[in-house]
């Protein structure tokens, strides 16, 4: 673990720090501090440009997960200020963006949300995504124990087309790596996705085929 990013977060305002702007800025800020010395630039370069994304720093998972942990227990007694920072925060989508707000929305309350928690997500996607990022936010959400969607909630996605078609194939792959047996809605709704990319055909094929 970086001390030199706990000294930083330890050391950091969080008071004047509670805009979405300004949190975004001590958060872009902090991920530099959690970089390995002798990290390769050209890699993540090349990841940058691969994903799309706005900045792909190489901030290690653990040190993310510290950045998570700091903002939930800072703002613990307001949570309004974690609630609208995620969707600000996965718009921006730098890499660590993306990684970040998974364990950050997997860790909350989810009492605190307006709407069913994989929605919330959903509400946040962009027409465009890298496939790994949803994924990523699907096995945070899993691994905090938070209950699957139920059909009518895939049912919504469905309806909407694109990447939230994309969306239930990730969600439902979570379900089945769980070894968990998958009803015969959610099979007919897996069989009417597409899959453009080799990745979800690949998914889409293994939870039928199965």
Known sequence: MSSTLDEFLSNTNWNINKKNKKLLKVLREAYTCGVPALIAKSLTDRLKTAGEYDFYLGTPPQELRLIASYLI??????????????????????????????????NIN??????????????????????????????????AKHPFPEIEILIDFYGRGGIFQQYILFILFQKHKKNLKLNEKEIELIKKCPSPTDLSNRIKLRMINN
């Open 73 to 106: 227990t800072e703002f613990n007694n307001e949570p309004p200020i974690i609630i609208q920072l995620l969707p600000t925060l996965w718009k921006r989508h730098g890499r660590e963006d993306a990684l970040l707000y998974g364990i950050i929305l997997a």
């Open 110 to 143: 989810p009492e605190l949300l307006s709407e069913n928690i994989w929605m919330f997500f959903a509400n946040s996607l962009r027409k465009k995504e890298p496939a790994d990022d949803i994924i990523s936010v699907c096995e945070e959400l899993v691994k």
